[in-house]
Structures are given as C-alpha cells and as structure tokens.
C-alpha cells in the first residue's frame, strides 16, 4: 500500500477545497470515520467487496494522519498518536479479515476524542500547526 502525504491528499481529494491543515485534517477524520461506519454497514449486508475498499481507503487515511505528524514539534504527543494510528491500522487489518464489526468499532472509538480534541484547537492555534504542504 502506498503511503500518501498531506499535499497528495490534497490535490487529489474531494475534500481539498480544505484551505489550510487544520481543516484538511477535519477533512480526513471526518472521510476516515465515514469508511469506517460505511464498512460496518457493508459487514452486516456481507458485502465483502465494499468492505474491503472501504477499509482500504481507511487505512491509507490514517497513513495520511500519521505521515502528517511533526515529530520534533509535537514530541511525546506526535509519538503517542502514531501508536495509536498503528494500533487503529492493525485493527482495520484485523476486522478486514476477521470480518468483524467489533473492531471497527474499537478504531471509531479510539479516532472520535482524538478528531474531536482536533477540532477544539482554537484559531489562533491552527496556523502553528508544523504539516508539510
């Protein structure tokens, strides 16, 4: 699987009408947690082609997360969310196999406090975020 960057993301994503990190960031929580959902829906309609893309596409979305990350600036946190971007990705992995709706629901659970501490960064914040563009 490829690895994507933020800037590739962003020229070829739907959601790049994003203006600056921040909101591409939103952007990608919000695409990442809707393929997740949306691949739940296709495990309880046994749809396993759907399910398949739709992990896929969630997995190379936390790659994206995770190759966003600054860690000089962002230290033990920059460290901490990759872990947790690799466990999310070993459990895609696994509920892609295993077929398991509980496992996508762990990932949901553990992407939603980080999206939403994300989107709780106030404005005058965001512009020191340190992403590559």
């Known amino acids: 699987m490829s690895r994507l960057s933020i800037k590739t993301y962003k020229q070829n994503s739907v959601s790049g009408s994003a203006e600056n990190p921040h909101q591409l960031v939103s952007a990608i929580f919000r695409q990442l947690l809707g393929n997740i959902a949306a691949a739940k829906g296709a495990i309880t309609q046994n749809d396993i082609e759907q399910r398949n893309t739709l992990i896929n596409k969630a997995t ?6 995770e190759d966003s990350l600054d860690f000089e600036k962002g230290g033990e946190l920059s460290n901490n969310l990759a872990s947790l971007y690799e466990y999310c990705s070993i459990l895609l992995f696994k ?9 996508l629901e762990e990932v949901i659970q553990i992407l939603l406090p980080i999206k939403s501490a994300w989107d ?13 563009n």
């Open 60 to 65: 190379s979305l936390i790659a994206v997360l």
């Open 95 to 103: 509920a892609n196999i295993e077929n398991d709706e509980n496992k």
């Open 120 to 132: 709780q960064i106030p404005s005058e914040e965001r512009n020191k975020s340190g992403f590559s």
